[in-house]
């Protein structure tokens, strides 16, 4: 009796795991409602702008040269300091060729004998011309002579002096003194103490003693895309964001776009530049980074829609609109202006529709 007991629980077990295991498998194999959420239309400012990035510049940024070639005896002044114009900036010591060193050595000696041998002349006319032996066009001729030997004769040691130290004696500036010939702050002394620097010249720059600019005059420098270019013009307001300046926007207005391309990365951007107006409590370097913010278009308090429920389907622009709850259909509608986040809807839907949102998840 007992075994028949077992064996009756054991079959009555065994078709309660089969049918729960059929039903397990039934539920599974039925598929699962899908909840789509939905968003409306709503008014809102829309903006449409694109960034520039590029630095901040001076407007006028003045390398200072060097006259002479030597070397960089003395340095005055370091990078940092504001600097008037003719200031001194540094000396330099001249190391003279010693062609041209021989030959002024030998025009002054040449200058000498030819002085003495026309003070000689000159003397010995004199006395015949004070004692009336000649006439007075005889002794004017070498008195001529005689002024133009002694002015030779500076001249020739003049020379001698600019070779040998790079001034005259009776010169009021000297050309191994390097002056700055803007007002203005000191960027950079790209030289050193001891540095060799070669003078300007026909066929070479010179070395750069200093670099002088206004800094009260800046200008950001960048670039803009073609596709973009045409949007913008000279004249427009501009909002610069510098990197190492948190939390502080720059009124700045665009002065020029270049009329030229060049190619970068594979594509053509146009230079820009435009005048930032400079907060006098906030200290700009040079060469700061920094995005600018054009604005291409704006409209203010127009329907808009988020721009990732729109869908595209070759030429068509539509979203899903709910007609019955979780019942959609797809509305044809006209955009406009767009700023990468919501776009303004010019037809098609209206406020209160209610929008099918096919980015996220369905939720089950």
């Known amino acids: 009796m007992i075994k028949k007991i077992i064996t009756y629980l054991f079959v009555i077990a065994l078709a309660a795991v089969f049918v729960w295991t059929f039903w397990f498998l039934y539920q599974n194999s039925q598929k699962k409602p899908v909840i789509y959420e939905t968003d409306t239309l709503f008014y809102s400012n829309i903006i449409q702008k694109t960034v520039s990035a590029g630095s901040i510049q001076p407007r006028k940024e003045v390398a200072i040269k060097s006259q002479v070639s030597g070397i960089v005896d003395q340095l005055y002044v370091q990078a940092g300091a504001y600097i008037e114009k003719g200031a001194l900036i540094a000396r330099i010591r001249i190391v003279p060729n010693m062609v041209n060193l021989n030959n002024a050595e030998t025009n002054v000696t040449k200058a000498q004998l030819e002085l003495e041998q ?6 010995r006319y004199k006395k015949l011309y004070d ?4 006439p007075e066009t005889e002794y004017n001729r070498y008195l001529l002579d005689y002024n133009e030997a002694k002015e030779n004769l500076r001249a020739a040691i003049n020379n001698y002096d600019i070779v040998k130290e790079g001034a005259t004696k009776q010169a009021g500036n000297a050309t191994n003194l390097v002056r700055a010939t803007v007002s203005g702050m000191i960027l950079e002394i790209p030289v050193e103490e001891g540095g060799f620097v070669i003078e300007g010249n026909t066929f070479n720059e010179g070395t750069t003693i200093a670099l002088i600019a206004n800094m009260n005059d800046m200008i950001f420098l960048g670039k803009v895309d073609e596709s973009e270019v045409g949007k913008i013009y000279p004249g427009m307001d501009i909002d610069l964001h510098i990197a190492a300046i948190d939390n502080k926007t720059f009124p700045a207005k665009l002065e020029f776009i270049s009329p030229k391309g ?3 990365d594979g594509a053509i951007k ?6 930032v107006h400079i907060d006098k409590k906030v200290y700009i370097r040079s060469g700061y980074s920094a995005n600018a913010d054009l604005v291409l278009g704006r409209k203010d308090s127009v329907l808009s829609i988020k721009e990732s429920l729109i869908q595209f389907k070759k030429d068509s622009v539509f979203v ?3 007609t019955k709850p979780q019942e959609f259909r797809k509305q044809l509608i006209k955009t406009g202006l ?8 010019l037809s098609g839907v209206k406020v209160g529709d209610k929008i099918k949102v096919v980015v996220q ?4």
């Not at 004692?131 to 000649?134: A, H, K, R, S, T």
């Not at 767009?338 to 809807?345: M, N, P, Q």
Request: glycine letters at 2%.
């Open 118 to 123: 026309s003070e000689k002349e000159y003397n």
């Open 131 to 134: 004692e009336q032996l000649i």
């Open 262 to 264: 060049i190619v970068e």
């Open 270 to 275: 146009f230079e820009i530049k435009a005048a």
């Open 320 to 322: 899903e609109v709910e």
């Open 338 to 345: 767009s700023d990468g986040i919501k776009v303004e809807v």
């Open 361 to 364: 998840k369905p939720k089950v």
